[in-house]
């Protein structure tokens, strides 16, 4: 998928803003570190942080993409990215999930995020480590719905340990690229 005419558009919003890229990267980071350093988290524990966080990242990736949409609807990748993962959110919050409705509603929420992420990072120009980082982003998010699925008798600390490691590198790859949309704004 090649770049849209809209694209540098949408690069040069997201630099002026890259502090809300950072702001996803930095939650994203904490949900992580807190899985991994309680991996024996009851399950009741990890719906709720789980909500909590998907809630959470999908109200600021609709706050984010509304604010750079201003002026087009450039961004309705993250938008909807962010829409997603509000409603799943929700759901774990208010709907008590059993172990396995929890897999495949992480799982999905994967599955779409991921390809929404991709979407938008092709969206953007090639030039610079941008685009790679949100694609590699949405290649993560695939990747943690494909890992969960292929596992789906897997033991509750196996998910809690594949969801942190996907928060800590997805939010490392978004602090990454806040940095790069960050050097990328013109000098004033």
């Given amino acids: 998928m090649a770049a849209t005419p809209d694209g540098p558009v949408l690069l040069a919003t997201l630099a002026r803003n890259w502090w809300m890229v950072g702001a996803r990267g930095a939650l994203a980071i904490l949900f992580g570190l807190a899985l991994l350093l309680r991996p024996a988290v009851p399950l009741n524990l990890l719906v709720a942080l789980f909500g909590l966080y998907a809630a959470l990242d999908g109200a600021w990736a609709i706050a984010s993409a509304l604010w750079v949409t201003r002026m087009s609807f450039v961004a309705w ?8 993962s509000l409603v799943v959110g929700a759901l774990a919050l208010g709907w008590p999930l059993v172990p396995r409705e929890l897999v495949h509603a992480i799982a999905a929420w994967g599955l779409i995020t991921g390809a929404l992420e991709i979407i938008a990072a092709a969206r953007l120009p090639r030039a610079g480590a941008g685009y790679w980082l949100l694609a590699t982003g949405g290649v993560f998010s695939l990747f943690l719905a494909v890992i969960i699925l292929i596992l789906p008798h897997a ?9 942190g490691v996907y928060a800590l590198a997805f939010g490392a790859l978004l602090a990454a690229a806040a940095v790069w949309l960050l050097r990328s704004l013109p000098e004033p």
């Fill in 155 to 163: 033991s509750q600390p196996s998910v809690v340990g594949a969801l």
């Fill in 77 to 84: 990748p993250v938008l909807f990215e962010g829409v997603a």
